[in-house]
Every structure is written in structure tokens, then in C-alpha cells.
């Protein structure tokens, strides 16, 4: 599984997009968000996306991201008391997030912004 951090100051939020591949185990991974305000909140949103493989040109396929979709924050292995969007950034940045890796190649995004 890979995990990337993105930092978008200029439009105030961020995202980290999360790879799992075929080839990864059944075991949970937890994520820690890097850089946050522990005393701040932190409103979130989740995504993902299946890869499949289809021809482009020529002989052969490549990988294409395919229904993109929201999806429930407990996808991401948070356990969110009435449906809440909204956490800290002492939780986040502590590997607050847990993923469960998907039998086939499939993209998350969870997107956060800070709320004052």
C-alpha cells in the first residue's frame, strides 16, 4: 500500500491519497497525518476509485481509474460517533486512521480541511 500526503495551503485543505494493490495482506494499516494543528478540527471527506485495465492504443491495456464514488468515513476504520465529519488534529496525527486493504488495485482519498 501507498500513501501519499498532500498539502494545498493557498486553497486551505489538503488530501492524502492511499494505493492499495493486489499484493498487499489482509492486515489493517494504520495512517498518520503529518503536520496538523492538534488543537484544531478538521472537517473530512472520503472517496475512492477501482483501476481497471483497458486498451488505450495499440496492442495491450493500462491501468485506468474507474468509478470514483464518495465513500463513508469508516472506510478509512474510523469508528465516527452520529455520522460526524469533523476531527481532531490530535487524533489524525496519531494514526487515527486505519485502512483495510481491498482484494483488487483500488484508490482512496480522504480530503480535510481545518474549521475554525
Do not use: C
Not at 20 to 25: M, S, V, Y
Not at 89 to 100: M, Q
Amino acid at each position: 500500500m501507498w500513501v501519499y500526503q498532500f498539502d494545498l495551503p493557498k486553497q486551505k485543505q489538503d488530501v492524502v491519497e492511499i494505493v492499495g494493490r493486489t499484493d498487499d495482506n489482509d492486515i489493517p494499516v494504520p495512517i498518520t497525518l503529518r503536520n496538523l494543528d492538534a488543537g484544531s478540527r478538521y472537517q473530512l471527506k472520503g472517496y475512492s476509485g477501482s483501476v481497471k485495465s483497458d486498451k488505450i492504443w495499440g496492442p495491450g491495456t493500462m491501468p485506468i481509474l474507474s468509478n470514483v464514488a464518495p465513500v463513508p468515513l469508516s472506510k478509512f476504520g474510523m469508528a465516527v460517533a452520529d455520522d460526524s465529519t469533523v476531527l481532531d488534529g490530535r487524533t489524525l496525527s496519531k494514526g487515527g486512521l486505519i485502512v483495510k486493504p481491498e482484494k483488487s488495485v483500488q484508490i482512496f482519498w480522504l480530503a480535510y480541511r481545518r474549521v475554525e
